[in-house]
């Protein structure tokens, strides 16, 4: 039996990496679509399997294989069936008079439970229930990155319906917490990020920092000999500017020297020399 169950999966392996063409199954042909894509070896094994789990066969009649199945909305489990669900006449008539295999009661039963079967895939089962599905990759005992098993079904991967529905169930609980760890990351990052640009933005000046201009003054001494000069400053530049101070203040010193002589004040030569005493002046008081 083990061997038997061991093929099995090997088949699964190479039938469900196909790329699924449906995300979610919305009616009783996707549902037929993928048993016709499992093999009739595989698809013989899985009835003898189902037959044995649960105790009925294809001749039992609706009614009995429901309620074997604990089947609670009967007229939801016919239609998935593709059967009409307000006929009771169908209750009394036996699944192989129906055309119904035993796997396909069982997939009906899980999709009228679930909303999907064993036969969905992961990739299906992330967008049908918008789950990520790295977390489900991790459900399935893969890695979380490897996209390779995201076309593999629950039965391929030795995971059943009501595994996954309680890690939905555990996810929803703690999706809360989830949410905040990674909203907690998230602002750290982009505050790590904003600080370590605001440190390189103010080291910025460092690395453009202008150079610094040279000096470009020429000092003399009292005596007229260079004391300092810029770099670039050649022996004739400085003989001519120092020709041309010496020849200005020439100038302005000439012009003082005519202004002094246009402006000078009115002097008298006699008080001056202090010569006030005159003879005549004496002789004249006399004859007076």
């Known amino acids: 039996m083990n061997k038997r169950l061991i093929f099995a999966l090997l088949l699964l392996l190479g039938v469900f990496a196909l790329p699924a063409q449906e ?32 105790g009925f066969r294809d001749t039992d009649n609706l009614q009995n294989v429901a309620a ?3 089947i609670t909305d009967l007229a939801s489990w016919k239609e998935y069936l593709g059967i009409e669900p307000s006929n009771e ?31 969905s895939t992961l990739s299906e089962l992330a967008t049908q229930k918008q789950l990520p599905v790295k977390q489900i990759r991790q459900f399935a005992g893969i890695d979380s990155a490897d996209k390779s098993f995201d076309n593999h079904s629950l039965q391929a991967l030795n ?3 009501e595994e996954f529905v309680a890690f939905e ?23 790590s990020a904003l600080a370590i640009t605001a440190v390189v933005i103010s080291q910025l000046k460092h690395l453009n920092r202008k150079p610094k201009a040279e000096g470009g003054k020429l000092v003399l001494t009292p005596s007229g000999k260079v004391k300092a000069k810029p770099a670039d400053l050649n022996a ?12 200005h203040r020439q ?13 000078r004040a009115r002097s008298d030569q006699w008080r001056s020399s202090v010569m006030l005493n005159m003879p005549n002046r004496n002789i004249l008081r006399k004859r007076s």
């Open 89 to 119: 006449v169908l209750d009394k008539m036996s699944l192989r008079r129906l055309g119904i295999t035993p796997y396909r009661a069982l997939l009906a039963q899980q999709y009228s439970i679930y909303g999907f079967t064993e036969l």
């Open 169 to 191: 169930e555990e996810f929803n609980d703690n999706k809360m917490s989830f949410g905040l760890t990674l909203l907690g990351f998230g602002v750290l990052i982009v505050f």
């Open 159 to 161: 995971r059943t319906p």
């Open 236 to 247: 004739d530049v400085i003989a001519a500017a120092i020709t041309a101070l010496h020849l």
């Open 23 to 54: 995300t979610e199954l919305s009616s009783i042909e996707d549902l037929q679509l993928q048993i016709q894509a499992m093999s009739d070896s595989l698809l013989q094994l899985r009835e003898s399997q189902v037959v044995s789990a649960y």
């Open 68 to 70: 074997k199945l604990e």
């Open 251 to 263: 100038e302005i010193e000439e012009r003082r020297r005519l202004l002094l002589t246009f402006r």
